[in-house]
Nanobody
Framework: QVQLVESGGGLVQPGGSLRLSCAAS????????MGWYRQAPGEQRDMVAT???????NYADSVQGRFTISRDIAKNAVYLQMNSLKPEDTAVYYC???????????????WGQGTQVTVSS
């Protein structure tokens, strides 16, 4: 199995910053795309930012210029630096990776357990 452990969430004032981390472990042959998604109460889960195995990034319009996604291939880790946080960024943030467990297996998506980010004064 592939396990994802997220950390870095918490309570921050508007305008503040947080850095989320997600580390993948377990039976991993190769990780492809990695990304962060978020879900506010009563809302659907939406893409925040993604990064490919080649380092290409994509951001939701609402976070462009404020959030930065990065990855450490050697550590099977992905990060989300969140600056200039707004109350509307409040949500549970989930890490997702697409990975193969062996050279012969198919690619599957694996999700973390989520970490709460609350932006409030």
């Amino acid at each position: 199995q592939v396990q994802l452990v997220e950390s870095g969430g918490g309570l921050v004032q508007p305008g503040g910053s947080l850095r989320l981390s997600c580390a993948a472990s377990g039976s991993i042959f190769r990780i492809y795309n990695m990304g962060w998604y978020r879900q506010a109460p009563g809302e659907q889960r939406d893409m925040v930012a993604t990064i490919t195995i080649f380092g290409s990034t994509n951001y939701a319009d609402s976070v462009q210029g404020r959030f930065t996604i990065s990855r450490d291939i050697a550590k099977n880790a992905v990060y989300l630096q969140m600056n200039s946080l707004k109350p509307e960024d409040t949500a549970v943030y989930y890490c997702k990776v697409r990975a193969k467990r062996s050279s012969a297996s198919a690619e599957y998506d694996y999700w973390g357990q989520g970490t709460q980010v609350t932006v409030s004064s």
